[in-house]
């Protein structure tokens, strides 16, 4: 093996590396929560509004969830300057992320609403609890608790998937990693160690969500 | 600057067989590997398994962009010349092992631990055990999931076309760049998409209704 491994050289620019993770957490942070204001509205839509919002929505849900994300961003970035409207890489970027997080975020919260049964209100009510109590304890928290997991993996799954975004040079990691390739040529390096940063942010998620759940989500023992 | 033909038109739908051409190759490759950390998963062996979790864990924590640069640039490292599509195919099949893993994994979870006993008890070595009696009952369950990852491996096909693999999203990228016409260009690619993925996503979605009334 005679590759010599130059990591100094990368490390350099660690700089660049954090200003890059720190904007793809933003990115993915104000995605997902524009996003879920999007979910919210188009599961209730889709659960109790009109017949032709319905099938809007599930047109929208099928298109995005069977197109590559790399051609919708192309489409918001490349496309969408047709019909007059011109945005920056940034501002496609995130317009991109949220409308594909939405579709995703639509079908999670439908099964949240789903999950809560009638009968669970009732029982609520002819226990004598009074409506605000019956809306914390017995549709919002079940509700959180049934789609916490989908939720929170939905999450991960965004911050990994806008790493695509480097494609229309929207600043985040992944195109400054690019831009420390084209400076140093140390490929194997920059990508080996912004793959590590990217894990290193999965791991911090996966286990803040589990430490989250334990505390505040634990359902009450059936036994 | 010049027209969009029908000959650049021609040119894009076409070169959609190296995209399912891929998604193939990932998907024989990641079935392959998916079935042995599958096993390794539900393995006996304590470090096995935690091997095959930390396999796992690295695909699902790391975005597949960087898989398929890393699956460019690694054999580098070791004087192996690797083009695009070899790079694109070996990296997919890499991310398909650890996802077809998972899922089948918990297909083989399913499968009452009875089954498992019975054929121990009836003195059966662990290959006919698994490819025998566990498998072909995991089988049925692992089929709406499996197809539903199908889908997303061939939309993950349209990332090789960063690392220059020309499949159909980078011929669309090249007569655009010609072109210049974006939005009827994209939209058309998009069509594509659609047109192979969202049978195969009903088609899931139909299995697993399916499977959730018989389970009932």
Known sequence: MGYQFEFADVFAYWPDLLAGALHTLVLSGLAMAIGMVVAVLGALGKTSGPRWLQWFLDGYIEAIRNTPFLIQIFMIYFGLPAAGIRLSSDTAALLALVVNVGAYGIEIIRAGIESISKGQIEAGKSLGLRPLQIFRFIILKPAIQAIYPSLTSQFILLMLNSSVCSAIAASELTAAAGDIQSRTFRSFEVYFIVTCMYFAMSVLFWGAFAAIERIWLRKPSLR | ?216
């Open chain 2, 1 to 216: 600057m010049r027209v969009l033909s029908e000959g650049d038109i021609l040119f894009i739908v076409t070169a959609v067989r190296w995209t399912l051409l891929l998604s193939m190759a990932a998907f024989i490759g990641g079935g392959i590997g998916g079935l042995v950390v599958a096993l390794a998963r539900t393995a006996e062996f304590k470090w096995l398994r935690f091997l095959a979790l930390g396999y796992i864990k690295i695909f699902q924590g790391t975005p597949l962009l960087m898989q398929l640069f890393l699956a460019f640039f690694v054999p580098g490292i070791f004087g192996i010349d690797i083009d695009p599509w070899g790079a694109a195919a070996v990296g997919l099949s890499l991310h398909a092992s650890a996802f077809l893993g998972e899922i089948w994994r918990g297909s083989i979870e399913v499968v009452p631990r009875g089954q498992s006993e019975a054929a121990r008890a009836l003195g059966l070595t662990y290959v006919p055990r698994m490819f025998l009696i566990i498998i072909p009952q995991a089988f049925r369950i692992a089929i709406p999931p499996t197809i539903g990852f199908l889908v997303q491996l061939i939309k993950g096909t349209s990332l090789a076309s960063i690392i220059g693999f020309v499949e159909i999203t980078r011929a669309a990228q090249i007569i655009n760049n010609a072109t210049f016409r974006p939005f009827t260009i994209f939209a058309l690619v998009a069509l594509v998409y659609f047109l192979i993925c969202w049978p195969l996503s009903a088609y899931s979605k139909i299995m697993e209704r399916r499977l959730t009334v018989a389970s009932r």
